[in-house]
């Protein structure tokens, strides 16, 4: 059974940093970030291959945002610096069964399994 849990959320002012975490029990798969403001839709951040050496972000996110893993804790994790009000939201990580698929790594459809999600709030 794979089971996704996020952590490391939190209350920032605008500017400052926090590292997500997302703890993966199961098989090593794709994994991505995704967040979701108050009254959007879930919006893609960030995804990563099975090993590591491919990433893709959300132009919103480059430069900002650096996504990573380290397969020997089954942990992914979002370092998240220069943050912004409107980084605000729950941030969920979740993982797609399927090899790298590129560019529809931002579609939600495309994973399978879901975390609870993590609270970030960015005050300016």
């Known amino acids: 059974q794979v089971q996704l849990v996020e952590s490391g959320g939190g209350s920032v002012q605008a500017g400052g940093s926090l590292r997500l975490s997302c703890a993966i029990s199961?098989?090593?798969?794709?994994m991505g970030w995704f967040r979701q403001g108050p009254g959007k839709g879930r919006q893609f951040v960030a995804a990563?291959?099975?090993?590591?050496?491919?990433?893709v972000y959300a132009d919103s996110v480059q430069d900002r945002f650096t996504i990573f893993r380290d397969n020997t804790r089954n942990t992914v994790y979002l370092e998240m610096n220069w943050l912004k009000p409107e980084d605000t939201g729950g941030y969920y990580c979740?993982?797609?069964?399927?090899?790298?698929?590129?560019?529809?790594?931002?579609?939600?459809?495309?994973?399978?399994?879901w975390g609870p999600g993590t609270q970030v709030t960015v005050s300016s």
């Open positions: 990563i291959d099975r090993s590591g050496e491919r990433a």
């Open positions: 979740a993982a797609d069964v399927s090899d790298w698929k590129g560019a529809d790594l931002v579609r939600p459809d495309e994973y399978v399994y």
């Open positions: 199961g098989n090593t798969f794709t």
